[in-house]
């Protein structure tokens, strides 16, 4: 069954077009995961397909009910049935003060509680502890609607994918079968590109090469010998005017032949993140940050009773644990200098938020 159906979409944000594609379905079946680099358009595609962002040209027909799990925005919903809570292990009602991976799974709940025939989710495991991205993907292969998921996460997508859209330059193409079958057709797609690339090249150079030693026989035609009297000059001139006529002929066919050559890019890499860390202002110092006997309650919720940790210079460290257990919020104590923490003098913390906050700091400053 069609569920959406869009055609001759043109996006523009200021003189940068960031989507321009012709035409795309949206079935009952189809299990489409969206991928992308930053920035390429993934969710200004699922903004206009779901009708929260209108395209500059074409337009957007939806024959169903379309329920949206937003990467930055609270559900749509604030309260979900008590079934599809426990499932998620939340409670009912939307609340500011979930962790990033409770409000992700009351999203979810509120999106598969919602009857719709279309979910559109933008990055849907983000924050979400490893058993909550398994049961979404359960709960997922189990929808009978439609699915349009936003994800770098490639091993969810092969989970629950039948097809993925990737968006490049502002054009959409899809591909066939999971994530792992789409990056095996992009692996063949980059040889071949690669190859036809290299043969362009080679044959530009040997027609080139060509001209050039065309050339030189026109000019060394030119050169009147030596010690010729000015008859014989005049006859050796009219003899090769001909072939010399007939020579620059195939040199400006040769020119030809290189301007009809199809042009092959050459094909482009991937960008790398790079960062930017600083050797200097080494610490001397054994341990970075250290927490003794922390206690942390919220309300009736035990997150940390009497715990204790240590973090060794040089090491690196990965905080773990189930959604809701308390990671962010040691985090949080480690950065507003809670008693129970001692960090090394010196020491600098960078600290980069799950919910983007540092960022809308730094806008609004
Ligand atoms: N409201 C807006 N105003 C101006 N530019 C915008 C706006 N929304 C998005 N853009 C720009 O459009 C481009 C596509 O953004 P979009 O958020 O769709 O990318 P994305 O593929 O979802 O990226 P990511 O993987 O980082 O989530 C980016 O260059 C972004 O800066
Ligand atoms: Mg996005």
Redesign the pocket.
């Known amino acids: 069954m069609l569920l959406i159906e869009c055609n001759n979409i043109k996006k523009y944000f200021g003189d940068k077009l960031i989507l321009d594609f012709e035409h795309l379905e949206v079935h009952s079946e189809d299990r489409i995961g969206v991928v992308g680099i ?1 920035g390429a358009g ?2 200004t595609l699922l903004n206009i397909l779901s009708s929260r962002l209108e395209p500059d040209e074409g337009q957007v027909k939806l024959y169903g009910r379309v329920a949206y799990i937003s ?1 930055l925005e609270p559900a749509e919903r604030q309260n979900i049935s008590s079934e599809m809570a426990s499932r998620f292990g939340v409670g009912t009602v939307w609340n500011e003060h979930m962790s990033g991976g409770e409000k992700t799974r009351f999203k979810l709940a509120a999106a598969l509680d919602d009857n719709s025939s279309v979910i559109l989710a ?2 849907p495991t983000s924050n979400v502890d490893m058993e909550g991205i398994e049961l979404m993907a359960e709960k997922f292969m189990e929808y009978n609607g439609a699915l349009m998921v ?1 994800s770098h996460d490639r091993n969810f997508l092969d989970k629950i994918c039948n097809e993925i859209l990737e968006i490049e330059d502002g054009k959409i193409k899809l591909y066939n079968g999971n994530y792992s079958a789409y990056r095996d057709q992009k692996i063949h797609e980059r040889e071949r590109a690669q190859l036809e690339y290299e043969e362009y090249v080679k044959e530009k150079k040997r027609l080139e090469g060509v001209i050039e030693g065309l050339k030189r026989n026109v000019k060394s035609m030119r050169k009147t010998p030596k010690r010729m009297g000015n008859s014989e000059a005049r006859l050796h001139k009219m003899g090769p005017q001909k072939s010399q006529a007939a020579l620059e002929r195939a040199v400006k066919n040769v020119e030809k032949r290189i301007q009809h050559l199809e042009v092959k890019e050459k094909p482009k890499e991937q960008p790398e993140i790079k960062l930017d860390i600083q050797e200097g202002d080494r610490l001397h110092s054994k341990i970075i940050i250290e927490g003794k006997n922390i206690t942390k309650v919220f309300g009736e919720k035990i997150i940390f009773k009497e715990a204790s940790f240590s973090i060794y210079n040089n090491s690196k460290v990965a905080l773990i644990g189930p959604n809701g257990c308390g990671k962010t919020t040691l985090i949080k104590m480690i950065m507003d200098n809670d008693a129970s923490i001692r960090i090394a003098k010196g020491a600098k913390i960078g600290y980069f938020s799950q919910e983007m906050d540092i960022l809308n700091k730094i806008l609004a400053s």
């Open positions: 930053n993934k969710t990467q933008d990055e936003i």
